[in-house]
């Protein structure tokens, strides 16, 4: 069997005009909406110091209020970029932020209360440790007001990467002073923290106070400075692997693109003029076309044989990447009926004037049309009336080639004999 070759994308937006006696078609002039918007740009003074609180406060405080259109120089010559608009697609677009996992991460790092997406346990908000007691007195040089600014500012990054750099601005690594010879390990290394008083002067405090003014776990200690590398720079890369076999490929996508624009719309019947979607032939199904997918990339030695995509992923690009629909005939509904059942409370209200004025202006034709068929129910006289049918496309067979082949609508002006009951087209 012979399949057709990937297409372009056509634009055929005709548009059904009619007169008083007959039927034009005229091409829709494609309308070009440019949105010429101004780029949110946040500046960041490097003179910001985060190992001291007042600065760290004072960098925290400059992305809240920080007056965005006084740092933003525009000149008459400058190109401003233009933002393009998203065709509209069968289905939203997956927005990953608004994946309750995700939600989760961002409240985590924030220090606030989430439940687990796994085992459903009520994970509790972060709050400050009691001081120690310690010989070094650290809860006298330290006041508890200033231990609720350090963790206020601590959670407030928000950020685990930043985060870790707190801490290691904060966390110092030296030599072990004195040795013993009975000792229980090889440690040569030891860890001393530091926070900031009142004064902003940088106090030593102990591990306990650290962490408890933090309210963090040790581990997390251990973990800011292990990932400090030699170049002082600090990166998450949890989750940043590669290995996800389920991941659709570059190549799967673009072949299940290609032999979706294969198939050939068909026009619907009212509303198609002020209508985005377009419509597939009413024999077709995602299930059927995927089965037609895999004969033609069989066919077809255009792509390797194995990226092929499965049924979720086609049905994934079909309604993430189109607007499509299947033409289902039916009956044909009034286009004022239509809007006005499927509006909310708010815009029915607006329309109702216009609705009921609608119905009883239909209530008036029949009683129009049954009063002619009183009256002209004997003699030579003819009471008809007259439409056009729904619009049929033609040719239709279950052959897989014809799917791929243009559809033509054919229009029947059918005129109906009520008092003889007989239908001409």
Not at 268 to 279: F, I, L, M, P, V
Not at 323 to 350: A, G, W
Request: aromatic share 10%.
């Amino acid at each position: 069997m012979e399949y057709p070759t990937p297409l372009q994308s056509v634009n055929n937006n005709d548009d059904l005009q009619t007169t008083d006696n007959s039927i034009v078609m005229t091409p829709s002039t494609q309308q070009k909406i440019d949105f010429i918007a101004t780029p949110t740009v946040l500046y960041i003074n490097n003179d910001y110091d985060l190992r001291n609180i007042s600065d760290l406060e004072g960098f925290l405080h400059s992305i809240e209020t920080q007056n965005i259109s006084q740092d933003i120089v525009t000149t008459e010559s400058e190109e401003r970029p233009v933002t393009p608009i998203e065709p509209l697609t069968k289905k939203r677009k997956i927005d990953p932020n608004l994946w309750k996992d995700r939600k989760n991460k961002t409240l985590k790092n924030s220090g606030k209360s989430y439940e687990s997406v796994r085992t459903k346990k009520q994970n509790v908000e972060k709050s400050i440790g009691p001081p120690c007691n310690c010989k070094l007195k650290c809860y006298e040089k330290i006041q508890q007001n200033m231990r609720s600014k350090i963790f206020q500012n601590f959670w407030a990054i928000g950020d685990h990467e930043r985060q870790w750099d707190f801490i290691n601005h904060h966390v110092k690594k030296e030599n072990v002073k004195k040795i013993t010879v009975e000792r229980k390990n090889n440690r040569t290394q030891t860890l001393t923290y530091q926070l900031f008083d009142d004064t902003n002067s940088m106090i030593k405090v102990c591990k306990t106070m650290f962490s408890s003014t933090l309210s963090i776990t040790q581990q997390v200690v251990y973990t800011a400075i292990d990932k400090l590398g030699d170049d002082n720079y600090l990166k998450d890369y949890r989750g940043t692997h590669k290995n996800r076999p389920r991941r659709m490929s570059e190549e799967t996508e673009k072949s299940i693109i290609d032999h979706i624009n294969l198939f050939e719309r068909v026009e619907s019947h009212y509303t198609r003029k002020d209508s985005q979607k377009q419509y597939l032939c009413e024999t077709l199904n995602v299930s059927k076309m995927h089965r037609l997918y895999l004969e033609w990339i069989d066919a077809n030695h255009q792509y390797n044989q194995t990226c092929k995509a499965t049924k979720r992923q086609y049905e994934i690009i079909f309604n993430t990447k189109f607007n499509l629909s299947f033409h289902k005939p039916k009956k044909d509904l009034c286009e004022i009926c239509s809007i006005y059942q499927t509006s909310d409370d708010v815009r029915k209200e607006q329309l109702k004037t216009d609705y009921e004025k609608h119905l009883k202006e239909k209530q008036m034709v029949r009683q129009l049309k049954e009063q002619e068929k009183e009256k002209f129910c004997t003699g030579d006289s003819v009471v008809a009336c007259f439409d056009l049918e729904k619009v049929l496309n033609i040719p239709q067979s279950e052959v897989g080639i014809f799917h791929y082949k243009r559809k033509y609508p054919v229009y029947n002006f059918t005129i109906y004999n009520i008092l003889e009951k007989k239908g001409y087209c």
